[in-house]
């Protein structure tokens, strides 16, 4: 198992830019979500997905949209690209919205200039 | 609403003796608690978890952590740490008032020194 794969691992974005971070994961898990994660602040929810054709928004979603049209595959998309997006993110995965013993992905560090 | 407090920014001890990372939290209902590990320029692992029963949870490499439901406290723990224990230790909180959505907290530094 790969696990949660995250693309790209690095990025560097211009303001008003628009871009996909890619999340998937290989344990058919029901449960998917994305955090940003800033210095002092731990992780904060940005959308999760309790299971295909079902999202909702967490505590930072302004500015983000998901999707989940398979099992396996949550992408986040920036419709336009701020500074204060700056940050790491982080998709994880788990077996339900229950079990938080959730699997995190490497992370995509974004940089918006 | 539900939160963490992770109260110390940094923990600092020497190889071989105990390590002690706190965390209290406020949450409706019965709270689902967490201990999540982050070493540098990786994801979290899971280290450990409170749903119901014992109040003594033991976790991965030889981590345990006290449930205390009148102080509302999780703390982890570890009898002797190691250098390899350095790293960033996330507390979380999770409950069915909040559609079982994971709060953490800001995290705590650790460092072992040999």
């Known amino acids: 198992n790969a696990g949660v794969t995250q693309t790209p691992k690095f990025q560097v974005l211009k303001t008003g830019q628009s871009m996909t971070l890619q999340c998937a994961q290989d344990?058919?898990?029901?449960?998917m979500s994305w955090y940003r994660q800033d210095p002092g602040m731990g992780l904060r929810l940005i959308h999760y997905?309790?299971?295909?054709?079902?999202?909702d928004q967490g505590e930072v979603p302004n500015g983000y949209n998901v999707s989940r049209s398979t099992t396996e595959d949550f992408p986040l998309r920036l419709l336009s690209a701020a500074p204060s997006q700056t940050s790491v993110y982080f998709c994880?995965?788990?077996?339900?919205?229950?079990?938080?013993?959730?699997?995190f992905g490497p992370g995509t560090r974004l940089t918006v200039l | 609403a539900q939160s963490v407090a992770q109260p110390e920014d940094q923990v600092n001890v020497a190889e071989g003796n105990p390590l002690t990372v706190k965390c209290t939290y406020s949450v409706s209902g019965n709270p689902y608690l967490f201990w999540y590990v982050q070493y540098p320029n990786r994801g979290l692992q899971f280290l450990l978890k409170y749903i119901t029963g014992d109040n003594l949870v033991k976790g991965s490499y030889g981590f345990e952590a006290e449930f205390n439901k009148s102080q509302t406290s999780f703390h982890l723990k570890k009898p002797s740490a190691l250098v390899s224990d350095s790293a960033l230790y996330f507390c979380?909180?999770?409950?069915?008032?909040?559609?079982?959505?994971?709060?953490f907290g800001a995290g705590t530094t650790v460092t072992v020194r040999a």
């Open positions: 979380a909180v999770s409950s069915r008032s909040n559609d079982y959505k994971l709060s």
């Open positions: 344990m058919n898990h029901e449960y």
């Open positions: 994880a995965s788990s077996y339900s919205v229950k079990n938080n013993e959730q699997f």
């Open positions: 997905s309790v299971g295909a054709g079902i999202t």
